[in-house]
C-alpha cells in the first residue's frame, strides 16, 4: 500500500470526513521543501477521497507570526520591524528595500508565487490567513482556556520540552504599541483583555478575540486543530522529535477538549551539494523556478516515489534525468495497465499497486482514469537531445512525428515541456555531460583518441554511414558491428566516435544524435578523422 494510501486507512477509523492541514509562514521565498508539505498532503487528500472519504486541504498562512531578523535579502531598512507580525510589513522591492505604502503585505509579496506554483501542480485548497482568523475571534476560546489553566499548561511545556518556565511567563503575545511583539511584559488579565507594559514604560492591554496579540507557538498550533477541526497534519521531523512541538501540542489541545490530527513527519528536501533548503538562509530552489525546467508531473512523482520519513535530495542536474526515466517507465506500465499474474507472489502485486500509485498521485488531473489520455511516449532525455539539436520548435515536432513517436499536432502539455526543456538546457542546473555540441573540426583530444590501426573501421564505417538507413537502431548497429569486425571494445569505438562527432568522450547515446543531424554532417566528419591519419 502506498504511503498516501496506508495514512487514508488510518483516518477511515477517525470517522468519513477530514481536513488536513498545512501550515507555513511566509518569511522569504518559498522552495520546494515546502513544496513537500503541501503535496504530501494534497495527496493524502487524493487517497482520501479516492477510498470514499471526504477531504480537504486547509493551507494555514502563518502571517501572525513576527519577522526575527533581516534576512541576507533584505535590506537593514528591515531592522525596524524586527518583531512585526508578517501581514503588517511592507514587501521588499528587487533591492530587499521595503515598498512604503504597498498595497501587498510582505506575507502576501512572498506567498503569491508560491500559490502560482500550486496552481500549475494541480493543488486545489482551502487558504485560511491566521492574522484573519485571529481578528475575526476564531482563536478567542482557545486562548482564554489557556489563560485560565496556565498553571496547567507551564506544566506541561516544561514536563514534555524539558525547558523551565519562568513564574512571569503567560500564555499570550501581545502587539505593543510601536507594533512588535518584543519587549513586552503580561501583568495580568481579565476576560478579554490582557494588560502589559512596554519596554519604555508605557502600559496597554489587548483583547484576545481580535489580531492585538497571539499565542506562542506550541500553543498556536493546538488552537489551530481545535478551532479548525484537523484531522491530519504533515509537518517537519523537528516538530516530530521527542520534546518538541507536537508532543506538548498534542497534551494541550486536550485542554480545549480536542485530540490531536494524525501526525506525518516528514523530512527535508536537501539541493544537491548545498544541504536543507531554508528560505530564511536563502538556500532555495523556487517553486516557480523548478516549474521553468522540470514538467509537474515529474515534481510529483519526486514527493509520490518517497515515503515522508526518507529525506529526498533534489537534484537539478544529471540527477534530474534519472528522476524522468523512472517516472516515465513507470508510466508506460501504467499506461499498457497489465496486473501482475494472478500466481504471482504477495510482494509483486504491492510492489504494482505502489507503483500505480505513484503514478496516479503524480498526474495533474486527479481524476485521469483511463490510460491512453497520457502523454505520448516522448521521454525527457530524447526531448533534451532534440531541444539542442533543433533551435525551432516546428523541427522538434517534424523529428517527432518522422520517427513515429508523434502522431499528430503536439498537445499543450507537450508544447510546454519543450519550453521547460528549452530553459533547462540554457540554465546553470543543465549537466556538462549531456550537452550537444556537433563539431565541425577535428579537436586535438579527438585526434588523439584514434591512431592509423584504427583507420580501416573509420573508413568501413564512412561507407556504412554512407548506404545505411538513416536512422538510430540502424546507425548503432554499424558502428557496433564494425566494431566486432575488427576486434574492437564496443566501448572504445563510442569513445573514438564520441571524440570525434561531439568533441568529448562520452555524452547522450550517440546514435540517436547522428540521427537527428545531416548524413552529409556525420561523413564530414569521419573524412576529417580520416584524412588527419594520412
Request: charge should be negative.
Given at each position: 500500500m502506498h504511503w498516501a494510501e496506508r495514512t487514508a486507512a488510518n483516518?477511515?477509523?477517525?470517522?468519513?470526513?477530514?481536513?488536513?492541514?498545512?501550515?507555513?509562514?511566509?518569511?522569504?521565498?518559498?522552495?520546494?521543501?515546502?513544496?513537500?508539505?503541501?503535496?504530501?498532503?494534497?495527496?493524502?487528500?487524493?487517497?482520501?477521497?479516492?477510498?470514499?472519504?471526504?477531504?480537504?486541504?486547509?493551507?494555514?498562512?502563518d502571517s501572525m507570526d513576527p519577522l526575527r531578523k533581516v534576512y541576507s535579502f533584505l535590506s537593514e531598512d528591515y531592522e525596524q520591524f524586527i518583531g512585526h507580525p508578517l501581514y503588517r510589513i511592507p514587501p521588499p522591492d528587487k533591492?530587499?528595500?521595503?515598498?512604503?505604502?504597498?498595497?501587498?503585505?510582505?506575507?502576501?509579496?512572498?506567498?503569491?508565487?508560491?500559490?502560482?506554483?500550486?496552481?500549475?501542480?494541480?493543488?486545489?485548497?482551502?487558504?485560511?490567513?491566521?492574522?484573519?482568523?485571529?481578528?475575526?475571534?476564531?482563536?478567542?476560546?482557545?486562548?482564554?482556556?489557556?489563560?485560565?489553566?496556565?498553571?496547567?499548561?507551564?506544566?506541561?511545556?516544561?514536563?514534555?520540552?524539558?525547558?523551565?518556565?519562568?513564574?512571569?511567563?503567560?500564555?499570550?503575545?501581545?502587539?505593543?504599541?510601536?507594533?512588535?511583539?518584543?519587549?513586552?511584559?503580561?501583568?495580568?488579565?481579565e476576560d478579554p483583555f490582557v494588560t502589559w507594559i512596554d519596554s519604555n514604560g508605557k502600559t496597554g492591554k489587548s483583547n484576545i478575540g481580535t489580531d492585538q496579540g497571539k499565542l506562542p507557538w506550541r500553543l498556536d498550533w493546538p488552537a489551530k486543530w481545535n478551532s479548525h477541526g484537523v484531522s491530519c497534519e504533515p509537518f517537519g521531523k523537528d516538530h516530530?522529535?521527542?520534546?518538541?512541538?507536537?508532543?506538548?501540542?498534542?497534551?494541550?489541545?486536550?485542554?480545549?477538549?480536542?485530540?490531536?490530527?494524525?501526525?506525518?513527519?516528514?523530512?527535508?528536501?536537501?539541493?544537491?551539494?548545498?544541504?536543507?533548503?531554508?528560505?530564511?538562509?536563502?538556500?532555495?530552489?523556487?517553486?516557480?523556478?523548478?516549474?521553468?525546467?522540470?514538467?509537474?508531473?515529474?515534481?510529483?512523482?519526486?514527493?509520490?516515489?518517497?515515503?515522508?520519513?526518507?529525506?529526498?535530495?533534489?537534484?537539478?542536474?544529471?540527477?534530474?534525468?534519472?528522476?524522468?526515466?523512472?517516472?516515465?517507465?513507470?508510466?508506460?506500465?501504467?499506461?499498457?495497465?497489465?496486473?501482475?499474474?494472478?500466481?504471482a507472489t504477495d510482494r509483486v502485486k504491492t510492489a504494482w499497486n505502489v507503483d500505480r500509485a505513484k503514478i496516479s498521485l503524480s498526474q495533474i488531473n486527479p481524476k485521469i482514469e483511463k490510460f491512453e489520455k497520457l502523454e505520448s511516449n516522448i521521454s525527457?532525455?530524447?526531448?533534451?537531445?532534440?531541444?539542442?539539436?533543433?533551435?525551432?520548435?516546428?523541427?522538434?515536432?517534424?523529428?517527432?512525428?518522422?520517427?513515429?513517436?508523434?502522431?499528430?499536432?503536439?498537445?499543450?502539455?507537450?508544447?510546454?515541456?519543450?519550453?521547460?526543456?528549452?530553459?533547462?538546457?540554457?540554465?546553470?542546473?543543465?549537466?556538462?555531460?549531456?550537452?550537444?555540441?556537433?563539431?565541425?573540426k577535428l579537436t586535438k583530444e579527438a585526434k588523439d583518441s584514434f591512431n592509423k590501426g584504427d583507420l580501416e573501421y573509420l573508413s568501413q564505417l564512412r561507407d556504412a554511414y554512407q548506404n545505411c538507413d538513416w536512422e538510430n537502431s540502424e546507425i548503432n548497429d554499424k558502428i557496433c558491428n564494425l566494431a566486432r569486425e575488427h576486434g574492437m571494445q564496443i566501448r572504445s569505438a563510442f569513445v573514438i566516435l564520441y571524440q570525434i562527432h561531439l568533441g568529448r568522450p562520452h555524452g547522450p547515446r550517440l546514435a540517436a544524435v547522428l540521427a537527428e543531424i545531416p548524413r552529409e554532417t556525420a561523413i564530414d566528419a569521419l573524412d576529417r578523422a580520416i584524412n588527419s591519419l594520412d
Open positions: 483516518l477511515s477509523h477517525r470517522g468519513d470526513t477530514h481536513l488536513i492541514a498545512a501550515g507555513i509562514t511566509p518569511s522569504g521565498e518559498f522552495h520546494i521543501g515546502h513544496i513537500r508539505e503541501i503535496l504530501t498532503c494534497d495527496m493524502i487528500v487524493r487517497a482520501c477521497n479516492n477510498s470514499g472519504l471526504n477531504a480537504e486541504l486547509l493551507f494555514i498562512v533591492e530587499g528595500k521595503p515598498i512604503f505604502g504597498s498595497e501587498t503585505s510582505y506575507a502576501e509579496h512572498f506567498l503569491q508565487p508560491f500559490l502560482d506554483a500550486l496552481s500549475e501542480l494541480g493543488v486545489k485548497l482551502r487558504i485560511s490567513w491566521n492574522h484573519e482568523e485571529y481578528n475575526n475571534g476564531k482563536f478567542e476560546q482557545a486562548t482564554r482556556l489557556f489563560l485560565e489553566n496556565r498553571e496547567e499548561v507551564a506544566r506541561i511545556l516544561t514536563e514534555v520540552s524539558g525547558r523551565p518556565l519562568d513564574d512571569e511567563w503567560w500564555p499570550y503575545s501581545p502587539i505593543g504599541h510601536d507594533g512588535s511583539f518584543d519587549g513586552i511584559t503580561i501583568t495580568g488579565w516530530a522529535a521527542s520534546g518538541g512541538s507536537y508532543s506538548t501540542g498534542r497534551l494541550l489541545v486536550e485542554i480545549l477538549g480536542s485530540k490531536a490530527p494524525h501526525p506525518v513527519p516528514y523530512e527535508w528536501i536537501q539541493l544537491r551539494g548545498m544541504g536543507p533548503m531554508s528560505s530564511s538562509a536563502n538556500i532555495t530552489v523556487g517553486p516557480l523556478e523548478a516549474l521553468e525546467i522540470v514538467p509537474p508531473e515529474i515534481l510529483r512523482y519526486l514527493i509520490a516515489r518517497n515515503k515522508p520519513n526518507r529525506h529526498i535530495e533534489f537534484d537539478t542536474g544529471g540527477g534530474l534525468l534519472e528522476l524522468a526515466d523512472q517516472y516515465e517507465r513507470l508510466l508506460t506500465t501504467w499506461k499498457e495497465d497489465q496486473p501482475p499474474d494472478e500466481n525527457f532525455r530524447h526531448l533534451s537531445m532534440l531541444a539542442q539539436i533543433r533551435s525551432q520548435d516546428n523541427d522538434v515536432w517534424e523529428s517527432l512525428k518522422n520517427s513515429g513517436l508523434l502522431k499528430s499536432e503536439p498537445s499543450k502539455s507537450l508544447k510546454d515541456k519543450l519550453r521547460r526543456m528549452r530553459n533547462w538546457i540554457s540554465s546553470e542546473h543543465f549537466p556538462e555531460e549531456y550537452k550537444i555540441e556537433i563539431q565541425n
